[in-house]
Antibody, heavy 114, light 113 residues
Framework: QVQLVQSGAELKTPGASVKLSCKTS????????ISWLRQVPGQGPEWMGR????????YYSPRFQHRVTMTRDTSVSTVYMELSSLRSDDTAVYYC????????WGQGTLVTVS | DIVMIQSPDSLTVSLGERATINCKSS????????????VGWYQQKPGQPPKLIIS???ARESGVPDRFSGSGSGTDFTLTISSLQAEDVAVYYC?????????FGQGTKVEIK
């Protein structure tokens, strides 16, 4: 079955960077784009960008473009998202999700910036 | 960016009654072939990621009960729960994937009366 399993919770200080992982299984890794989103409690999800596993190509939301990097490692069917220059308002649950419309999601990773 | 506005923000419905959620996009999200609108609907329960229940504005995902239906085209969309069950208590979001950045509505909280 399709699974996206994310890395564990992170506590960071302002100005630091965080790198999250999303390990996929149960489908052809190269054939499906993976997006990263985040969600602050009480708000709707916010799309941050996407990575195309086959090529490694990326497309970032202009809101994050200057401080986000998304990569992939095809040998372990895993995608990564690094966010730099963290601020307190980056505190959120971060999700990876598959496809143009998000049919499968990771369990989420809480990132706390304090 | 395309803005998605949902109404109402919250909804209280009796068990077995109909629940209707509306979503309006700031511009058309009809695909270039004019065959479907690129809107999805998600259900989110506390502590869980969103779950896709409708794609292409009206296509129900596999395993989703048929009491859930989506309709609309262009800029106006509706999610209907025909007979509300206790397990449907959740926050529902609409989402446009017509262009990037993809955007979501602010959410509608559905509760039991």
């Amino acid at each position: 079955q399709v699974q996206l399993v994310q890395s564990g919770a992170e506590l960071k200080t302002p100005g630091a960077s965080v790198k999250l992982s999303c390990k996929t299984s149960g489908y052809s890794f190269s054939n499906n784009v993976i997006s990263w989103l985040r969600q602050v409690p009480g708000q709707g999800p916010e799309w941050m960008g996407r990575v195309f596993p086959s090529s490694g190509g990326t497309y970032y939301s202009p809101r994050f473009q200057h401080r986000v990097t998304m990569t992939r490692d095809t040998s372990v069917s895993t995608v990564y998202m690094e966010l730099s220059s963290l601020r307190s308002d980056d505190t959120a649950v971060y999700y990876c999700a598959r496809g143009d419309v998000f049919d499968f999601w990771g369990q989420g990773t809480l990132v706390t910036v304090s | 960016d395309i803005v998605m506005i949902q109404s109402p923000d919250s909804l209280t419905v009796s068990l077995g009654e109909r629940a209707t959620i509306n979503c309006k996009s700031s511009q058309s999200v009809l695909n270039s072939a004019r065959t479907k609108s690129l809107v999805g609907w998600y259900q989110q329960k506390p502590g869980q990621p969103p779950k896709l229940i409708i794609s292409g504005a009206s296509a129900r995902e596999s395993g989703v009960p048929d009491r859930f239906s989506g309709s609309g085209s262009g800029t106006d969309f509706t999610l209907t729960i025909s007979s509300l069950q206790a397990e449907d208590v959740a926050v529902y979001y609409c989402h446009q994937y017509y262009n990037s950045p993809q955007t979501f509505g602010q959410g509608t909280k559905v509760e039991i009366k």
